[in-house]
């Protein structure tokens, strides 16, 4: 996923204005003007209550809209005490409260939990690996260096690409393995630059083999180097490997096909090979 799924992004927007939703259907309800509405909650309600209106929603909806792990058990968390509030408030003021209020009320918080719990939105939160859109650029370039293993044995290799985190690597056959440590070594502006890595993943490509490595701790001085030369390909506009969509295309593509399908409001997830 190059951008964060427009269904959460809406989700995330609804639970955010969630309270100004509440109170324009109070003041429509009501006969009075949205501001009164407004003024009368804030007067009238009790600290914990204004708590709950505001504060809740839109703590979920920055969750929902941050899509992390921890954040997804804290939206069902507050959704679960949101209905039990409810339902104790309810047993309070029975008289006034209906049981049909209680239900419609308590039935966005149970379709908010039943949405998450779909597996293709589940596996946005848990896995990070579906959050392109968090994972820094990297640039495509070519640049000669020699990958070492543990022995000190260097071989060539073509640097293919860049990023904070680590790079990808061509050789002209199949050297290393998964989670072997290696050491790269290239030059930049006349300097060596030295930088530990492990291998994460490697596969032949037709005209030689691919590996993904992930930068481990160096010395500060390569590491300088490092950031020197990703701040000079960052502002030469050096394209990178899968440039995001651009937002107002990708919203009215989205748009488009959720006015059509369903399934569109939920999060696509690669299929598993």
């Known amino acids: 996923m190059q951008r964060r799924p ?3 992004v809406f989700l995330a927007l609804l639970q955010i204005f969630g309270p100004v939703g509440s109170i324009a259907i109070s003041a429509y309800v009501n006969k009075v003007g949205f501001m009164e509405m407004a003024h009368a909650i804030w007067k009238y309600s009790r600290f914990f209550d ?13 969750f929902i809209f941050l899509a992390k792990r921890f954040g997804y058990y804290i939206v069902i968390a507050l959704a679960v005490f949101s209905t039990y509030l409810n339902f104790m408030e309810w047993k309070i003021a029975s008289d006034v409260i209906s049981i049909p209020i209680l239900v419609a009320v308590s039935s966005t918080n149970l379709a908010l939990i039943a949405y998450l719990l779909l597996p293709n939105v589940r596996a946005v939160f848990m896995n ?8 820094p650029p990297r640039y495509n370039v070519t640049i000669k260096g020699q990958a070492s293993k543990a022995d000190g044995h260097p071989y060539p290799c073509t640097i293919i690409d860049l990023s904070t985190g680590g790079s990808g690597i061509q050789t002209e056959a199949s050297i290393f393995e998964s989670n072997e440590s290696i050491l790269m070594t290239f030059e930049h502006d006349a300097r060596t630059i030295l930088m530990r890595a492990i291998v994460v993943y490697g596969r032949g490509d037709g ?10 701790r160096g010395s500060e001085e390569d590491e300088n180097r490092m950031m020197a030369l990703l701040d000079e390909l960052e502002a030469k506009r050096t394209p990178i490997v899968r440039p995001p969509p651009k937002w107002k295309e990708d919203l009215v593509a989205w748009w488009t096909r959720a006015k059509k399908s369903p399934s569109a409001w ?4 690669p299929k598993k090979k």
Do not use: D, N, S
């Open 207 to 216: 005209t030689g083999h691919r590996y993904g490595l992930e930068w481990q």
């Open 6 to 8: 427009w269904p959460l």
């Open 128 to 135: 990070p690996r579906l959050r392109w859109w968090e994972t």
């Open 266 to 269: 939920v999060p696509e997830v």
């Open 50 to 62: 204004l708590m709950e209106f505001y504060a809740l929603p839109i703590l979920q909806g920055t």
